[in-house]
Nanobody, 121 residues
């Protein structure tokens, strides 16, 4: 399984970005996908996750109400719509796939290469 994240960039505070994560290779329907991020000097943290079959989502408290995770089954693509961005959202964002949609990085087997999101005026 290969994951290719894209969509990062520089955005002003209050702006929006949409990240994408295209999955290829061996696929199945029973898994979860998630977004994690890592800011400079900080540990990787959970952002959001979604069950590929049921579409049920899980969010970190810090992004709840601002970020929306979604997926397109036909395109095997995961999305993260990010609104009302703040400088605290600046980080490298990683997509990942595991057997279930959880908030724990250790539950994810496959990881994308990361895409940089910078929120600054």
């Amino acid at each position: 399984v290969q994951l290719q994240a894209s969509g990062g960039g520089l955005v002003q505070p209050g702006g929006s970005l949409r990240l994408s994560c295209a999955a290829s290779g061996r696929t199945s329907t029973s898994y979860g996908m998630g977004w994690f991020r890592q800011a400079p000097g900080k540990e990787r943290e959970f952002v959001a996750a979604i069950s590929w079959i049921f579409g049920s989502a899980l969010y970190a408290d810090s992004v709840k109400g601002r970020f929306t995770i979604s997926r397109d089954n036909a395109k095997n693509t995961l999305y993260l719509q990010m609104n009302s961005l703040t400088p605290e959202d600046t980080a490298v964002y990683y997509c990942a796939r595991g057997r279930a949609a959880t908030m724990w990085g250790r539950d994810y087997e496959y990881w994308g290469q990361g895409t940089q999101v910078t929120v600054s005026s």
